[in-house]
């Protein structure tokens, strides 16, 4: 830069050059995280990471601030951060930099606030304490953001703890938080991946409006296309620590030309068309193999046996042979809570559960084995759903001795065929669970549901955790293994696509109520529920220019909804 | 949007038939491998036991033997035939110290594993157990925590007088209402675990849920608490034996050999005879404590913490 001119942001804002960070090891060679990986963010500009968990996203967003994780060092290259090389500085010198000209926004708003501590407070700390703001100053620059980004009571809010916000607002006071100090960069840690997508569409919309208005420049972490779709100018994707291919989003999104792209494209399931979905023969008549039968059930025991809170009302739920019922709603709606009334962990207060025709206790203690054995659970988080201290032929062997009792080579056997069932090698039966990968845990998390040969499985989330592809992949498989087992799922998501793509039966569940019922495509086709409206609506496209449209026509819904 | 010009589109260079697998979790944490200070702890720990086990066989004279008796003076100084020097009855040191690990070490390692054994029982049945029978658990073992260990322990060997199984059931009763604490707290994490739920939702009795379930993940943690504790069961068991009402005399044990061996600091022509227990008593303490702090720093100091 000339001297001679007044210092300026130069358009430049953050530059990696070949770029290698390396996991540091004992007694072997540093192992490469990410190798050599070059990109350029410029002032007033959105540049996309994405890639699956793994791929290095994160790793090489948190060098825009010149930390590693612990474990990691800067090898080569650059990171520049408006033209000075941060790779290896100490954190002394980082930390005039940092809340000012680099600012960071996690994954979790809740985990990120300070619980004691007033909102305002939190949010004007990175100027004031950096003394490049008064504290009026700040005060004045927050109630500016809080009012851009759409929050409620602009003037107030500050004066609230974290927890008397709910979660999307809490995202976006994270974004106030960052953008207090006025910094030049900000990094965005898969921000809205926690959110319900009614909520995602909100701060996404906050998010792009604020990074315009303030031209910052910013660097968002994310896995998922259609999010990135919307608010980025650049994408680079990146596999095992390399970038597969770079360009501007239309050309990313509508002219892949990486394999790699192309099949993470092909990952993402639209939401299928009313009309195209399965057609579902109605009510045959058949005995469901799992019904519900109005069932209230909810937390905490009142004098008169019902529940003090109650999260599950009235619900009517059929689960035919070999068929998939899709549970939908948002976090708080009672999905989970279903599927634990279902599986007797949660005894129903009122109503009951059927199986074949047949009356089940509500508590799972007083069901019989074979009862047990006809509905297994998948649970979402294949981490803590299999013990770190047993092998995976046990982990699959133990229902087969316990229902079966099945011993030595034939139970040895029917492990690896149970194996082999979920495409994983036999190889994996002597490992532990944290040998494998997510995806390979969710398969023989899923393989320890098939080995009681159930009727019904149920799956909670069992792809929430898991990346676009990997996801993807166990759709696949469930899809495949009903057909070869006749087994029958009940299958509960925040997502509707996935949930569409293959159930025959969709539930739509709104603070505990079932909103709508029906065939997948009789849900799917209007005229809809308000809520199942508002639900279709905002699952996100992978197309430039939905969340407008998405925003136009919802506030236009409201428009007409104020009007009647 | 148009593309901004300054951004290429780039496509690094790719081969059609390569299939993009799943990318590998972090890599799996690496065996426990001791650093120096580690080792350091694992060095003088195991030299203490090997003189606990062997101590008495090795010693240059008996427990109680004079090595001088034809020049008795109390707490002479280290020369030829005493190493150490002699305490206040004209006692090899070096001989009682030797004699005194094999007591101190093997009371409180019984008084450890008692404590242990009542704690995890109880610890981890009242984390399977039902609320109500933890909560009447949880509030005799509070009452139990709420008396000072020292008091309390004075109390019942005044009452039923010093012996050696006496200190043993002592101490480990008193420490096993910590123990107690902790198992439950470690269970209780573990019973929230879905494999745990998983395995109810099978129709697993509760044994089985104890033994597989819970035990395999809660041992490491607690064995790593068993080296701390037992550092406070020595320090306990030294500190009865110092106020008189541990290990009796003529027996060796290093805490009342710190005891009776006190005027030494004030007129001993040797202070040796004090020093020598006490210092054993400090460095196995240390000692262990290093390889604790070593394990709990390899298992992201997570286990240092919970304690």
Redesign the interface.
Known sequence: MDAQTPRETPDVIFETKDLVIS?VR?NEPD?PIVKGVSF?V?KG?VVALIG????GKTTISLSALGYCKPGLEFSSGEANLLGRNIAGLSTDELRPSRGINVAYLAQSAAATFNPSIRINEQVTEAPVLHGTKSQDEANAKALELYGALDLPDPDTIGERYPHQVSGGQLQRLMAAMALCGDPDLLVLDEPTTALDVTTQIEVLKAFKKVIKDEGAAAIYVTHDLAVVAQIA??IVVL??G??????????IINNP????TK?LMAAIKPLPEPGLGEATAADTGETPTLEVRNADAGYGQRADGQPIVKVLKDINVRVEHGKTVGVIGESGSGKSTLARVM???LPASTGEVFMNGELLPAD?TK?T?DQ??K???V?Q?AD???????RIKDILG??LS?YFGMSGSKRRSRVLELLDMVELPSQFADRYP???????KQRVNLA?ALA?EPEVVLCDEVTSALDT??GANVIDLLTRLQKDTGVAYVFISHDLSTVASFADEIVVLYQGEIVEQGPTDMVLSPPHQPYTDLLISSVPETR?GWLEEAIAARHERNLRSADN | ?S??V???????P?D?N?S?D????A????AY?PTLTGWIGIIITCFWLFIAVFGSFLAPYGENALPFPDDYAEFQSPKEGASLGTDVEDRDVLSRVMYGAGRTIGISFAATLLAYFVGVVLGIGAAVSGPRVDMVMSRINDAFLSLPTIMLGLVVVAAVGSSIPVLILTAGMIYASVVFRLSRAIGMEIMV???V??A?????GRWWIIT??IW??ARMPLITDFGLRLIYVILFISSLSFLGLGVQPPQADWGSMVRENLGALQYGESQLAVIAPAVAIATLTVSINLIVDDVSAHGGGKLSKRM
Request: net charge negative; hydrophobic share 30%.
């Open positions: 996991a004992e192992l350029q410029h500009e699956e968990s793994g791929s100018d650049y596999y095992s390399e970038v597969k291919e770079a360009g501007p989003t239309d050309v030309k990486h394999p790699y099949r599986a007797g962990l799972l069901r084995k047990l054995r509905i297994q659970f649970y988080m803590t759903a299999l013990n770190p201290r047993q133990r229902p316990f944290h040998e494998l990968s997510g995806g390979q320890r009681a592809i990997v430039i | 949007m593309a901004p300054h951004h290429p589109h780039v496509v690094a790719f059609e390569v993009f799943e990318l590998p979790d890599p799996p944490s690496q491998r675990m879905d494999y739920e998983a109810k939702v099978r129709g697993e597989r379930e395999p993940n």
